[in-house]
């Protein structure tokens, strides 16, 4: 569920009607609800209550840092996966046992920095980056804390860009290269090999292949006899764009908690997705319509730039006009709503039935609160769209929308060109 939703034909967030926003905020700019984000944190909170896990949001899903503190003041840890993640963590206030930091190509200055805040866990995936550890960490005069990042070689269903837990994707170590981790212990005295994890992929919706992967790991476990005390099960879950059955808080907690409850495991769960992506929605303005003798087209102040998921993974996003006048009823023509870009591939959505539609409309792209801002360019120089929160029934500008000036920071032209 979300907070986005009708009354009297107008789209609104929480209570506030988008139309009234929009007359303050110029179009494009993405909108999130904080009751919608924190309403899917406590859903997984509630659902996993009996076992207590760590729930790290992560970061890169959406990465604003009002997004971060809103989710830290609610009791949630973060899940990393570089220098810039951590930076933001640092101005979201949060608690730095709670960080976990994952991701295949730490570099040194990352590591150092992450280990001068003394966060949880690295999330280990592969032993040159295990030894960096090891060498700053003994610099440093530190132990670390270090899970390490199994493959577990299942295949969730899901776009193959975002299936993580394949054996032939980059992620995380084969289950013999972890044994051979665990049986040299002794040549990393600076570390605390501690925990396992595994992330096989995003926008699963259902909750066998992360059964799969946990007895996977489980078994493992046991057979070698390691012992650990933390096993994080990454993120994933799946959520609604538009036909999706994904499995529920309640039902991914049932199908999971058996197989985890004894193992007096303590759990690390990472989701982005499931907590940030339908709590945003992008909102943009119709720019011009035209007609071509194959097509109608609808062409909006957003493209491929600000929301990169249809073009690069064919992901469909419901889009819906802010308005819906008296009357008007949706066409039986199919049109195409696409950006300003010099692409073919940017487009928001194809052949979508949508209400007649003229310039200066406002639309709504839903669901665009996960890996929407957070993958955003400025490609074609086009300045980054702001991002507003609404809050108890008043909204807030939460990162201004960029400025020509912005485009060209840190450029210059040498005296030789000149
Ligand atoms: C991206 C990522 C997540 C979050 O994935 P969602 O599908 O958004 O839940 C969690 N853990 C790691 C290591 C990731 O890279």
Redesign the pocket.
């Known amino acids: 569920m979300h907070e986005f939703s009708f009354k009297d034909n107008e789209l609104c967030c929480e209570d506030i009607r988008l139309k009234d926003i929009a007359k303050e905020i110029e179009t494009p700019f993405y909108l999130y609800s904080y009751k919608t984000l924190i309403d899917h944190y406590r859903k997984l909170k509630t659902a996993f209550r009996s076992i207590n896990p760590l729930i ?1 949001f ?1 970061v ?2 959406n990465s604003n840092i009002a997004v971060l503190k809103a989710l830290v003041k609610n009791g949630a840890g973060l ?1 990393i ?1 570089s220098g810039g993640e951590l930076y933001r963590a640092r101005i979201a206030g949060v608690d730095p046992k709670k960080v976990v930091y ?2 295949a190509g730490k570099k040194s200055r990352e590591i150092e920095d992450a280990i001068r805040f003394g966060m949880l866990f690295f ?1 280990v995936e592969s032993e040159e980056e295990l030894e960096e550890i090891q060498k700053i960490a003994s610099l440093l005069k530190k132990k670390v804390n270090v899970a390490i ?1 199994i493959n577990p070689d299942v295949m969730p269903k899901t776009h193959d860009y ?1 299936a ?1 837990g394949k054996g032939e994707t980059k ?1 995380g170590l084969d289950f013999e290269t972890v044994h051979k981790i665990f049986n040299s212990k002794w040549r990393y005295p600076n570390v605390n090999l501690r925990g396992v ?1 595994i ?1 096989i ?4 919706l259902s909750a066998s292949p992360f059964e799969n992967a946990i007895k996977k790991v489980l078994e493992f476990l046991k057979r070698y006899k390691i012992s650990i005390d933390y096993f ?1 099960i ?5 959520i609604i764009y538009s036909i999706e059955n994904p499995q529920t808080a309640k039902g991914f907690a049932k199908k999971i908690l058996p197989l985890l409850k004894h193992s007096k495991l303590k759990i690390i769960l ?8 339908n709590s945003g929605i992008l909102v943009t303005k119709v720019v011009y319509t035209k007609r071509t003798p194959r097509k109608k087209f609808i062409i909006v102040d957003i493209g491929m730039n600000d929301l990169i998921r249809p073009s690069l993974y064919e992901a469909y996003h419901k889009i819906v006009p802010v308005s819906v006048s008296e009357g008007s009823s949706y066409t039986s023509e199919k049109v195409d709503v696409v950006g300003p870009i010099c692409e073919s591939g940017d487009f928001l959505g194809k052949d979508r039935l949508l209400p007649a539609l003229v310039k200066g409309d406002l639309l709504a792209v839903m669901g665009a609160g ?2 929407g801002f957070t993958m955003s360019s400025n490609y074609n120089s086009r300045p980054r769209p702001a991002e507003v929160m609404v809050i108890n029934k008043r909204f807030y500008v939460v990162r201004k929308s960029e400025t020509y000036r912005d485009l060209v920071r840190g450029e210059s032209i040498p005296k030789v060109l000149r």
Do not use: M, W
């Open positions: 790290c992560s890169k899903s899940d996966v994952a991701g999330n990042r975002i993580t992620f994890h992330h992929g995003s926008q699963i994080n990454g993120g994933g879950l799946g990472e989701p982005g997705r499931f907590i940030s992506g996960a890996y």
